[in-house]
Each structure stands twice: as structure tokens, then as C-alpha cells.
């Protein structure tokens, strides 16, 4: 089976390469094909992935390639984890909505709508070319904003693209871990879009186990979310939200933490990718131990400023370790072998959550199997939520008109209608910035 990864020289495709080495059987992926633009990273890539497939016996085989087209002939399962503008325009989405005094981050805001506009277009034309070259491939999507990218190219391709994320199966875990339970046993009753979302139960043997952890202050305070969000504030809301959430909740604090930091996640990040990529160029250093020395220090920092606003302290070791490309290779496995099993996943709405229209994609639990992934049904969200849920969505929508048509005035709109921009005025002068750094962006008139 061939698998091929768009955003081949990422720093995280060593991750994804590292969970096929462990899988065995029937209908395992054979051959792992990278695609990137940059023909240094990709050498980069395949050094450490080279070095973690030493030891193993009949490792996936791995080729690299700048042709998009040639990467995608005759694909199994295409993995898209593309950066448009790398982690120079993520410090760039960073620096010019702070300079506004609004948050900037890649996913949640101005940040994320500017990360979105020049995004789509790409997304769009890579699904054009799968629809016409690979037709009958799967594609998994892990580009940011991952709930947008996946609403894009779902026009183009249905239901055979699905995007994941890491971040609910964290949250799902550390809750089922802290109430003494089996994670993979547990049933994670989880509603919203990517990056906005709530844990509203967790059943154990059929039992909610949840309203245990919610009425017990010691143990809700014991683990991240409680540490991040407060012990009273998730009593308040019945519920456990997305990480995410926390710059919706504490968004002022967020945006200062981030205003007085040395530097940004986008800058932190070029910074030391960078760095690392300049080291694995040197033929005398072990690529694969730079790699993880690399990772270790990019994982203990995740959303620093956050937790220290909330005053939560160090990340617990449990939460080291990633998990995207655990959710990728069981969502591989399900479809290729019909290994039935339960998923949090971003897809079409398909009627599943009432208040959106069925094209919708959201982030719900999946039964997956060979014919994909089906949304389960949900219960209706709270007010509060159902507002979030859905001021974001008709943001999503604008930035998708916007892209379509670039039209510069439904960008402006965009921005204008997002919860944490609070000024048409602030609106016009985030597209005027975004537009003078980014190149991408250039299509908006």
C-alpha cells in the first residue's frame, strides 16, 4: 500500500514514519512517498526516517519528489500536512495581529483566518488534482486550520477526505486516565469544530463517569485541562473544553502573555527548525538524535504562555509524546482492512449536528470502516456553545467565499465577524497587513 505525504519535509513526518514501523500484517503501508518544495528539507526527512528504519526489517520504502503530480499517481492514501508560507508566515500571521492588540495564533483568530485565506486556494487545487490523478485514494487531513482546510477540499473530493487531530484524543485520554480508566476503553462523548470543542461525557462500561470528575474539585484540578482553565469555570460549564478554548475564555490574558513574550510560537519555531535543519545538513551528525532532542524541547513548550497565565505549571510527561499519528494510522487501518473502530474526526455533518447544515465539517466521533467515516449522532450543544460553534462556522464560510472569489471586502468580513476581533475598523487593517507580508494573498482585490 502506497502513502503518500504532502508537506514531506515537515518536522513531524518522522512521527507518522515511526508508527508505520511498528505496524504488521495484511494491507500495511509498503511505500512511503514525500513531496515538499524545498528539496533540502526533504533530504532533511529522509536522513532521520533512514536512520529510525535501520533496525527494522522490512521497513515501508521511502522516495522524495518535488512533483506534486508524480506524488500523487497511483496513491493508497494521501497525507497532507502542508505549511503555505512555512513558519516565516506563521510569525508573520503572529506578528501582525498582535500589532493590533488581537490574537494571532495559527488556528484560532486573525491568526488562523490569514493562515486560512492563503491555505485554501493551495488545498483546493492539491483536491482538484486527487480527484483527477488518484481518485480512488483517501486523503487524511492534518493542514491547519484543519476544520477549514477539510471543509475545502471536501467540495472537490466528498466524503474521501477526513481531517484529524491530535488534540481531543489528549483530552479524552488524560480524562479517562485521571478517573482510573482504560482510555481505549472509554467512549468520549466530544461536539464541536476542530480547535473548538467540548468533552460533554465520558462512559465507561456505559456508565458517565464524568459528572464524578466535575463534582470532585482535588481531582478536576489534578490534570491539564483543570490546571489551564480552572477548577470553578469547568464546574460553571458542565463540560471540558478543547485546550483551544483558552484563548476564547481567557482571550485578554492570552493576548498579553503573548504581546510580552520574547518571542511567538511562529518565531520560537522558525527559530529552532531552522536550527535543526541546519544541523542534519552536516554528513557527521546523527540525524534521527537531533530529530528527537529537536521535538522533546518543541513538545514541553506547547502553548507555554497559556499555561503560564493560568499558572498550570510544566506539561505532565503523559502529554509529551504527540498522538496525531496514532489517529492517522488507525484511520488507515479502518479503512484499508475494515478494522471497524471509533474515531474523533473532522468530517461532513451528514445530519449529525442539527444546528449546522449537512456539508458542515465538524469534529465528532466516527464509526470507520471500509467506506470511511460516518459521523455519529450528537446531542444538541448549550446555548454558549451553539453560538461559538456557530459565529465560527459562518467566519469558515466567509473565508471560503473569500478565496473563491478574492474579493477583498469578504475577507475584510471575515475577520470582522470572528468573536476575538472586535472592530470592522481592525478588520480592514489586519487584511491590509496580512496582504503586504504574504505573497499568498495577493489574489485578494
Request: glycine share 10%.
Amino acid at each position: 500500500m502506497r502513502l503518500t505525504i504532502l508537506g514531506g519535509g515537515g518536522f513531524r513526518v518522522p512521527l507518522v514514519y515511526g508508527a508505520l514501523l511498528g505496524d504488521r500484517g495484511e494491507g500495511r503501508v509498503t511505500e512511503v512517498v514525500l513531496h515538499d518544495l524545498d528539496d533540502s528539507r526533504l533530504h532533511a526527512v529522509a536522513r532521520v526516517l533512514a536512520e529510525q528504519a535501520a533496525t527494522v526489517e522490512d521497513a515501508p520504502a521511502v522516495t522524495a519528489t518535488t512533483d506534486l503530480d508524480e506524488a500523487l499517481r497511483g496513491a493508497d492514501f494521501i497525507f497532507s500536512a502542508i505549511r503555505v508560507g512555512g513558519l516565516e508566515g506563521r510569525a508573520d500571521d503572529e506578528r501582525v495581529a498582535l500589532a493590533e492588540g488581537v490574537l494571532g495564533q495559527e488556528t484560532v483568530g486573525a491568526g488562523g483566518i490569514a493562515y486560512g485565506l492563503r491555505t485554501v486556494p493551495v488545498a483546493e487545487d492539491i483536491a482538484r488534482r486527487v480527484a483527477r490523478l488518484a481518485p480512488d485514494a483517501w486523503v487524511i487531513n492534518f493542514t491547519n486550520p484543519a476544520g477549514l482546510v477539510t471543509e475545502a477540499m471536501s467540495r472537490h473530493l466528498g466524503n474521501r477526505v477526513i481531517g484529524i487531530c491530535d488534540s481531543p484524543v489528549g483530552l479524552g485520554r488524560r480524562i479517562a486516565r485521571v478517573l482510573g480508566a482504560d482510555p481505549d476503553e472509554a467512549w468520549i462523548d466530544y461536539v464541536g469544530l476542530n480547535h473548538l470543542g467540548w468533552v460533554r461525557g465520558l462512559k465507561i462500561a456505559g456508565r458517565d463517569e464524568l459528572p464524578r470528575l466535575l463534582a470532585d474539585p482535588d481531582l478536576l484540578g489534578s490534570f491539564e485541562e483543570g490546571k489551564l482553565f480552572g477548577v470553578d469555570w469547568l464546574q460553571s460549564l458542565g463540560a471540558i473544553p478543547n485546550e483551544y478554548l483558552h484563548y476564547y475564555y481567557f482571550n485578554r490574558e492570552a493576548v498579553r502573555a503573548y504581546q510580552q513574550a520574547e518571542r511567538t510560537r511562529g518565531a520560537f519555531l522558525r527559530d529552532q527548525q531552522a536550527g535543526f535543519y541546519e544541523e542534519v545538513r552536516r554528513p557527521d551528525t546523527s540525524a534521527l538524535t537531533a530529530w528527537d532532542r529537536t521535538r522533546a524541547e518543541r513538545e514541553a513548550t506547547y502553548m507555554a504562555e497559556n499555561r503560564e497565565t493560568a499558572g498550570a505549571g510544566e506539561r505532565d510527561a503523559d502529554d509529551l509524546s504527540g498522538g496525531y499519528e496514532k489517529v492517522a494510522l488507525a484511520l488507515m487501518r479502518a479503512i484499508a482492512r475494515d478494522e471497524r473502530t471509533t474515531l474523533i474526526l473532522n468530517v461532513r455533518n451528514q445530519g449529525s449536528l442539527a444546528v449546522l447544515d449537512d456539508e458542515a465539517v465538524i469534529e465528532v466521533p466516527c464509526l470507520v470502516d471500509a467506506n470511511g467515516a460516518h459521523p455519529v449522532a450528537v446531542a444538541p450543544l448549550p446555548g454558549h456553545a451553539t453560538g461559538l460553534v456557530c459565529a465560527v462556522k459562518a467566519v469558515e464560510r466567509e473565508v471560503l467565499a473569500a478565496a473563491e472569489s478574492g474579493s477583498r471586502t469578504t475577507a475584510v468580513k471575515a475577520f470582522a465577524l470572528h468573536p476575538l476581533v472586535d472592530s470592522v475598523n481592525v478588520a480592514r487593517r489586519l487584511v491590509e497587513g496580512y496582504a503586504e507580508v504574504h505573497p499568498g494573498l495577493a489574489y485578494l482585490k
